[in-house]
């Protein structure tokens, strides 16, 4: 009898399975509540920070990276996310600053209570090129192992759409992964920067696994053209899941990687009805 009841269980949960098409599990894809790009609501924090990181809240952003301090100091800015149980995860700054002011940069990230810190531009002269890759590689190595070192910080680079120019086998972006430290040098994963030149940021996130530490969640309208400029039409951004990207098979990707952190960004004018799409459609995810 117990052998019968066994048995009808086994057969029970292979049923199941078959149903399913080989799931066993129906639960969310994107369980993690996701962070936010400060980009994203920029003018509304040039206005007033207070009241922005309230309407964030509310809609249940808790993490933070930061790309500017809005007129306040680091201290100021982290005594109000305290003050509202949010944190700040990233800091990012030009690349200027970061190999100038190594220190003044780390500091500031330190106040806000960050632990990455991440540069999004390299600057160049396009096309981008092997020489400006290799430069910006050692200038990575340099202040990557800095920020590790002497302060605690992890360093990350921001794809923007140019380091996937063709080279050799591959692109620049895998120069720039193959010539920095993995120890000091890791990455934050702009998913439309690396789809705009044609990448496959799903394919990149197993490729590179747990080196991408940070991921842009945002989608690219349809029909939109890239190439390797790195520009775009901000309006060009759209609600997660209305665009051109894959989101499941990037998300599937980014939890297989070990992401640490997930900020949506989105330069569109329409942020007041997009962002609230991008966080439903990302709670409605299923695996």
């Known amino acids: 009898m117990k052998h019968a009841k066994q048995s009808r269980a086994a057969w029970l949960l292979c049923s199941l399975v078959f149903i399913l ?62 003050e509202r149980g949010m944190v700040c995860s990233s800091f990012g700054v030009g690349y200027d600053d970061l190999m100038k002011k190594t220190d003044e940069v780390a500091a500031q990230a330190k106040a806000l209570g960050a632990k990455f810190v991440r540069v999004a531009w390299i600057p160049h002269k396009p096309p981008f090129t092997l020489e400006a890759a290799r430069q910006a590689a050692a200038d990575f190595n340099r202040v990557g192992k800095l920020l590790r070192e002497r302060h605690g910080l992890t360093f990350c680079y921001h794809n923007h759409g140019y380091e996937f120019s063709k080279h050799g086998q591959g692109t620049l972006f895998d120069l720039l992964a193959a010539e920095t430290n993995p120890q000091d040098v890791s990455f934050e994963l702009d998913i439309l920067w690396a789809h705009f030149p044609g990448a496959n940021p799903a394919k ?14 945002k989608d690219l309208k349809k029909g939109v053209p890239g190439d390797f400029s790195g520009k775009t039409d901000t309006e060009n951004d759209v609600a997660l899941g209305t665009g051109q990207l894959d989101l499941p098979a990037i998300l599937k990707a980014a939890r297989k990687a070990g992401v640490q952190h997930y900020y949506i960004e989105d330069e569109s004018s329409r942020i007041a009805t997009q962002v609230p799409q991008t966080i439903q459609y990302l709670k409605n995810l299923k695996d």
């Open 204 to 217: 990149l996130l197993e490729q590179y696994g747990a080196r991408i530490k940070l991921l842009h969640l």
């Open 21 to 82: 098409g080989g799931h066993t599990l129906a639960g969310p894809l994107f369980p993690e509540a996701p962070g936010m790009c400060s980009y994203t609501h920029r003018e509304q924090f040039k206005k007033d920070v207070p009241g922005t990181l309230d309407a964030l809240k509310a809609l249940g952003i808790r993490d933070m990276e930061f790309s500017n301090l809005f007129g306040l100091k680091a201290a100021e800015l982290r005594r109000l996310l305290d």
